[in-house]
T-cell receptor, first 113, second 114 residues
Framework: AQSVTQLDSHVSVSEGTPVLLRCNYS??????LFWYVQHPNKGLQLLLKYTSAATLVKGINGFEAEFKKSETSFHLTKPSAHMSDAAEYFCVVSSGGYQKVTFGTGTKLQVIP | DAGVIQSPRHEVTEMGQEVTLRCKPI?????LFWYRQTMMRGLELLIY????????DSGMPEDRFSAKMPNASFSTLKIQPSEPRDSAVYFC????????????FGQGTRLTVV
């Protein structure tokens, strides 16, 4: 069995303040984990991925995420939010023989000027 | 590479009509995925192919939906007959392999069935 839980459907931050988007997963196998971003009326773009190498993963646009096996978490962070970060973010887990892919329900990030 | 290319970007059709969505994956990618995104259900995997062969179609909602991949550079998702509840954004994605690699998404086709 495999699942992803994004704990917040909406997050609102002020420009210049830190961003934290939370993701917990469950998997019977060693998972690969991804964060994607989707801007309005656009496709999904990969922000970063974890594939059993370093547990702290750095991605594009200043985002990073830490894989914590003991907490089954893969939270996405950014030290300082920018207006252009306003978008929907998806946490994704992939594992198993055919690498079944499961998307979280998404977190909409609002950045207030 | 131009990325994953989907056509059309927007489609409006009347209930009962046949709809065909098209996808050109990134050259060299062995896996192709079709997803549907709605406000109610979020992102759902409909079907995926490996080397042009359908591997898992358990996400296809019903027999009105069918997908084909006649060659490595082209796939179609067909809905016949279409219904208003099929209105959604349909994404195609491709990846070079499954283990540890990300999928690259197209811009999506916004389907409206009236």
């Amino acid at each position: 069995a495999q699942s992803v839980t994004q704990l917040d459907s909406h997050v609102s931050v002020s420009e210049g303040t830190p961003v934290l988007l939370r993701c917990n997963y469950s998997s019977s196998y060693s998972p690969s984990l991804f964060w994607y971003v989707q801007h309005p009326n656009k496709g999904l773009q990969l922000l970063l991925k974890y594939t059993s190498a370093a547990t702290l993963v750095k991605g594009i646009n200043g985002f990073e995420a830490e894989f914590k096996k003991s907490e089954t978490s893969f939270h996405l962070t950014k030290p300082s939010a920018h207006m252009s970060d306003a978008a929907e973010y998806f946490c994704v887990v992939s594992s198993g023989g055919y690498q079944k892919v499961t998307f979280g329900t998404g977190t909409k990030l609002q950045v207030i000027p | 590479d131009a990325g994953v290319i989907q056509s059309p970007r927007h489609e409006v059709t009347e209930m009962g009509q046949e709809v065909t969505l098209r996808c050109k994956p990134i050259s060299g990618h062995d896996y192709l995925f079709w997803y549907r995104q709605t406000m109610m259900r979020g992102l759902e995997l409909l079907i995926y192919f490996n080397n042009n062969v359908p591997i898992d179609d358990s996400g296809m909602p019903e027999d009105r939906f069918s997908a084909k991949m006649p060659n490595a550079s082209f796939s179609t998702l067909k809905i016949q007959p279409s219904e208003p509840r099929d209105s959604a954004v349909y994404f195609c994605a491709s990846s070079p392999s499954l283990r540890g690699t990300e999928a690259f998404f197209g811009q999506g086709t916004r389907l409206t069935v009236v």
